[in-house]
């Protein structure tokens, strides 16, 4: 299968917690796993990527965990705050082809 | 810094109708992407260009053409419309693919309506 999945469509976290955002994925030759921002009415932006060799990246405030026999990978966001409200779209794929999922919306309650 | 620039912005065409959309970029990026995204799904790959002279289709190329006219345009077509087709087709670069170089920069998108 090809198919790229983020179960929950929207997640409401207190301002200062940590939003933790998942994607499930099909195709175990996928060697590329992103995720990226979209803000309304604005284009998507990558946020952070990680290759099938390492299981986990840090950058600031945010790390992405890849589980490969789970076919999950995560985005942790800590010390979330109100800017971080915005639909985070996870991509996996291999060879300049990519699947999406269907977006989480997140959203940072002050 | 660059900037991909999708035309036009909105798009409203009848059934039948060829239509076409054009994207160009100044980042100097080896390959560019067309995707598709409707309402509640993830973006879907209509057709890609590694580099220029070269063109692959994506899963969701039936009923789509593409050009890639020179290393900084690549344009798609619609073959014919569809009634009540409604989508924001978006067009992005990378570097390549690889190495680090697969960061998608996008376009602010191209809105079709189709009446």
Redesign the interface.
Known sequence: G?Q?KQSSPSLTVQEGGISILNCDYENDMFD?F?W?KKYPD?????LI?VRSNVDKREDGRLTVFLNKSGKHFSLHITASQPEDTAVY?C?AGA?????????TKLIIKP | GGIITQTPKFLIGQEGQKLTLKCQQNFNHD?MYW?RQDS??????IY?S?TENDL?K??LSEGYDASREKKSSFSLTVTSAQKNEMAVF?CASSIR?GRGA???Y????TRLTVL
């Open positions: 090809q790229v590329y992103a990226y604005n284009s998507p932006t990558l990527s779209l991509a060879n300049y082809q990519l699947i999406w999922g269907s977006g | 390959t995707y509640g799904k993830g973006l879907r790959l890609y590694i692959q994506g899963d978006l693919w697969e960061t998608l996008f376009g602010s998108g």
